[in-house]
Structures are given as C-alpha cells and as structure tokens.
C-alpha cells in the first residue's frame, strides 16, 4: 500500500488543521493506521491510531482531548483533525499503515512521506 500525507502548513498558536492520508494499492480496510511525528533534532513520536473499523483510537497523552484521527474506508483515506496547535506540535507528519496492528503505538510497516506542520506562537 502507498501513502500520501497531506494537509501541512503553517498556523497561528490555537488553530486548527486537518491532515489527510490518502491510500493506493490496497484498500485500508485491512490496515490499522498510525499517525506519527517528528520535530527538529528529536525521534519520531506516536500521535494518534485507529483500527481498521475505526470502531478503536489511540493517542498519545501529549495530543489527548485536541487531535481526533478518523478514517474513511470507502475513500481510502484517513484523517487527523488537529485543534488548539501549540508551538510544541511543530513536526513533520507522517501517516503509516500496518496489516497486522499488534501495537497500534509501533511496529508499521509501511510509510507516507510527511507533512510539515509549524505552528507559530
């Protein structure tokens, strides 16, 4: 499966913006997905994973009550509503996919190529 993230930019101190990551080669239904990010200088981070159903969500405590992940199965496509931005989510976004989803927190094995979002304060 190919993933395109998209949907980054720059934004004011709490706003808002809504990622999407679009699937090809195979229908997502039969994937969990994961949003993940990176800033400058620091490790890739857990952000944000739903199941296949979109019945489950998971979220990193640091994004927990602003970020809400969705999915659209019949368009193949997933989404990461970001509300209340701080300077601190400024960070590469990248969307990922696996089939076996036995750690909705880790362990995807395949990638989008990112999304910058900086959030100015």
């Known amino acids: 499966v190919q993933l395109q993230a998209s949907g980054g930019g720059l934004v004011q101190a709490g706003g808002s913006l809504r990622l999407s990551c679009a699937a090809s080669?195979?229908?997502?239904?039969?994937?969990?997905m994961g949003w993940f990010r990176q800033a400058p200088g620091k490790e890739r981070e857990f952000v944000a994973a739903?199941?296949?159903?979109?019945?489950?969500?998971y979220y990193s405590d640091s994004v927990k009550g602003r970020f809400t992940i969705s999915r659209d199965n019949a368009k193949n496509t997933v989404y990461l509503q970001m509300n209340s931005l701080k300077p601190e989510d400024t960070a590469v976004y990248y969307c990922?996919?696996?089939?076996?989803?036995?750690?909705?927190?880790?362990?995807?094995?395949?990638w989008g190529q990112g999304t910058e979002v900086t959030v100015s304060s």
């Open positions: 080669g195979r229908t997502i239904s039969r994937y969990g």
């Open positions: 739903i199941n296949r159903s979109g019945g489950s969500t």
């Open positions: 990922a996919a696996d089939r076996n989803w036995y750690n909705p927190r880790d362990d995807y094995d395949y």
